[in-house]
T-cell receptor, first 114, second 113 residues
Framework: DGGITQSPKYLFRKEGQNVTLSCEQN?????MYWYRQDPGQGLRLIYY???????QKGDIAEGYSVSREKKESFPLTVTSAQKNPTAFYLC?????????????FGPGTRLTVL | GENVEQHPSTLSVQEGDSAVIKCTYS??????FPWYKQELGKRPQLIID?????GEKKDQRIAVTLNKTAKHFSLHITETQPEDSAVYFC????????????FGAGTILRVKS
């Protein structure tokens, strides 16, 4: 299961708290992505990054923030502005944003708001 | 933007039978169509993909077909086995403008032994 890792596996948050999900990859990939997975809705793109210090909003970025200070790391912060944060969060990476194909996924973090 | 619809949402087949999952996409500029398999509690994993310059691709018991005119593509699994039971997702994107996959809602495949 190496290559791309996420932590923690399970995360519980009280309403009003910000939490940060970790994503690390050792595949030397330039592009990284964050998806949210809800039952019956597939995966939806939150943010993506094609290079260090650059990232773009995906389809459902409201209430989330990211940073890309290192090539290997792409943490996601779920802020208190996200109204329905309970979900399964998946990080992915690919060799490049443009032209490359396969995205490799991490094992995911299940976030529950108490 | 792109929209991907996937059918059926659940599919039950007898072991040894074939399974077919269909997806339609809206953006005629999409040129890359992967299929991911996600077992319960696990990460999605790519099982097969196809690019728009190819009509069909096969890998052992798995095949994908693409009809660009109709804007739909299908996953075919032959001789199904219990370990094929999982959720399958289709996706679409235009690789020239960024590998931002748009996923279908998923199909729960149950193979009964």
């Amino acid at each position: 299961d190496g290559g791309i890792t996420q932590s923690p596996k399970y995360l519980f948050r009280k309403e009003g708290q910000n939490v940060t999900l970790s994503c690390e990859q050792n595949l030397n990939h330039d592009a990284m992505y964050w998806y949210r997975q809800d039952p019956g809705q597939g995966l939806r793109l939150i943010y993506y990054s094609q290079i260090v210090n650059d990232f773009q909003k995906g389809d459902i970025a409201e209430g989330y923030s990211v940073s890309r200070e290192k090539k290997e790391s792409f943490p996601l912060t779920v802020t208190s502005a996200q109204k329905n944060p309970t979900a399964f969060y998946l990080c992915a990476s690919s060799a490049a944003l443009v032209g490359a194909s396969e995205q490799f996924f991490g094992p995911g973090t299940r976030l529950t708001v108490l | 933007g792109e929209n991907v619809e996937q059918h059926p949402s659940t599919l039950s087949v007898q072991e040894g039978d074939s399974a077919v999952i269909k997806c339609t996409y809206s953006d005629s500029a999409s040129n890359y169509f992967p299929w991911y398999k996600q077992e319960l509690g696990k990460r999605p994993q790519l099982i097969i993909d196809i690019r728009s310059n190819v009509g069909e691709k096969k890998d052992q018991r798995i095949a994908v077909t693409l009809n660009k005119t109709a804007k739909h593509f299908s996953l075919h699994i032959t001789e199904t086995q219990p370990e094929d039971s999982a959720v399958y997702f289709c996706a679409a994107t235009n690789l020239e403008y960024g590998n931002k996959l748009v996923f279908g809602a998923g199909t729960i495949l149950r193979v009964k032994s």
